[in-house]
């Protein structure tokens, strides 16, 4: 069984920064694609970051300049350094990761979420 776990996340004020990482674990054989999502109440879940391998990231518009999304693969993990936030960039921050288990089998898995609220 994959298990994607996440930490970090909380509160802070507009122009703070915040660190969220997550964690691939379980039956684990190689994972591609890792990201982060985030959702808004009464919003979709939309796409903040990619890291494809560790040198090929993709950014939304709206965290261009602002976040950095790392990835280390000895430790099967996704980070997220999130500066400059902004009262928009509160939401339910979720993990994502294309995930081969040991059965050689690939799927998609997703963590349970962590919240970030941007206020003063």
């Known amino acids: 069984q994959v298990q994607l776990v996440e930490s970090g996340g909380g509160l802070v004020q507009p122009g703070g920064s915040l660190r969220l990482a997550c964690a691939a674990s379980?039956?684990?054989?190689?994972?591609?694609?890792m990201g982060w999502f985030r959702q808004a109440p009464g919003n979709q879940r939309d796409l903040v970051a990619y890291?494809?391998?560790?040198?090929?990231?993709s950014y939304a518009d709206s965290v261009k300049g602002r976040f950095t999304i790392s990835r280390d693969n000895a430790k099967k993990t996704v980070y997220l350094q999130m500066t400059s936030l902004k009262p928009d960039d509160t939401g339910v921050y979720y993990c994502?990761?294309?995930?081969?288990?040991?059965?050689?089998?690939?799927?998609?898995?997703w963590g349970q979420g962590t919240q970030v609220t941007v206020s003063s």
């Open positions: 994502y990761a294309a995930v081969e288990d040991w059965s050689r089998r690939t799927r998609d898995y």
């Open positions: 379980g039956t684990v054989f190689s994972v591609g694609t």
């Open positions: 890291a494809h391998s560790e040198s090929d990231t």
